[in-house]
């Protein structure tokens, strides 16, 4: 009995209907604590999360690689660094990935794996494996010099998983990759610089794409990964860069978001049919096309944006939407982030990541299908 009993009940042993309560009592007392416990002992963990994918969500590891695709400042101005110190990730603040570890229970970011720091215990709680300018095909795009394509982050991945073997035990690692979220956003590199490829057609090139990516997910669910997020591609046709480049001044590049909807089309055919077949896999796909057209066609009146074509960071004189040049040491910075979807010639500010991830989180089947996160989070 708790040792406290007998002094809540003290003058009630006297009365035999007294004692009866202090009976009663006690039991309230034991339930409610038992109830307390279990509530305790039953909440869920936040989840290990694994990121790969391109600059969209990049955390920095292309500061360690020869590229010139690192995100040097006013990158991250508005992160919370010291001043002049980039944060690596491609915006003025969080990146989406950035905001759906917080959304998820997450303590602290999600580090990249060639930080000299992400070691020991730190890889234990998720890695991002993203590098800029990388691809599904590993030829995708050279213009910036290196990058890790999507077969090289796997190959990352690969290195983690032992190292969390040799820390854990086989079991309870396999176990924890089985329970991870593998975030997997990669894709509009193959679109946007396709033209440049050596295909005799988009449709030839994306059975290419495809095939590839198929195998890269296969790989994926072979290493114990069952729960992944992929995005989409967005409608690479209305970012500042692709505008600036076909010279449209006021609409977006429709024979780009075609290219950007046959992939997608695609990709989702594949994302149900790898549940099929993979025993225990989930999928889900997350629509970034239908949410950054939502943004785009309802910008001010749903928002509060007040220009949704041009870039906040740019080099004046580079591309009527300030698409040509990347944001760097030469670019200007609106004074207002909060009023521009776009950061860059290629990403979103923070606020727009807000958004999506708003979407991700617990939008409908039109922004995430065939579940939100947070739905997959009590899977």
């Not at 009023?339 to 990541?353: A, G, I, R």
């Amino acid at each position: 009995m708790n040792r406290s009993f007998p002094l809540l009940c003290s003058k009630g042993l006297l009365m035999g209907f007294v004692s009866g309560r202090c009976v009663v009592i006690g039991v309230i007392l034991h339930m409610a604590t038992a109830s307390f416990l279990f509530s305790i002992c039953s909440a869920k963990d936040p989840p290990v999360l694994y990121i790969f994918g391109d600059s969209l969500v990049d955390a920095g590891n292309n500061f360690y690689i020869n590229t010139a695709a690192k995100a040097n400042f006013p990158n991250g101005i508005d992160f919370g660094n010291p001043i002049g110190i980039p944060s690596g990730r491609f915006t003025n603040g969080r990146m989406v990935t950035d905001i759906l570890g917080e959304e998820v229970g997450l303590t602290s970011l999600t580090p990249p794996y060639l930080a000299p720091t992400t070691t020991g215990d730190a890889i234990l709680k998720g890695v991002n494996y993203a590098s800029s300018a990388s691809g599904i095909l590993n030829d995708t795009e050279r213009f910036f010099g290196h990058q890790i394509h999507l077969d090289a982050q796997i190959s990352n991945f690969v290195k983690t998983r032992q190292d969390i073997i040799s820390r854990i035990g086989s079991q309870a690692a396999k176990e924890q990759f089985k329970q991870a979220i593998f975030f997997v956003s990669i894709g509009s590199n193959d679109i946007i610089f396709s033209q440049w490829q050596n295909s005799s057609s988009w449709n030839t090139l994306l059975d290419t794409i495809i095939s590839r990516f198929k195998s890269q997910l296969v790989r994926f669910y072979n290493l114990d990964a069952r729960k992944f997020i992929v995005t989409n591609s967005a409608a690479v046709g209305c970012i500042p860069f692709v505008r600036d480049l076909h010279s449209s001044v006021d609409s977006c590049v429709a024979v780009m978001n075609q290219k950007a909807q046959l992939f997608n089309s695609r990709l989702n055919s594949l994302l149900a049919e790898l549940p099929k077949n993979l025993e225990a896999s989930t999928f889900i796909c997350a629509n970034v096309y239908a949410m950054l057209d939502d943004i785009l066609s309802n910008y001010m009146t749903s928002y509060g944006f007040e220009v949704a074509d041009s870039a906040c960071c740019h080099v004046a004189g580079a591309g009527l939407h300030g698409g040509l040049i990347p944001c760097g040491i030469l670019s200007q910075v609106c004074p207002d982030r909060s009023k521009y979807v776009f950061w860059d010639p290629f990403h979103l500010t923070e606020t727009s990541y807000e958004i999506i991830a708003k979407h991700m989180m617990d939008g409908d089947l039109n922004y995430i299908s065939p579940m939100n996160i947070r739905q997959l989070l009590n899977y």
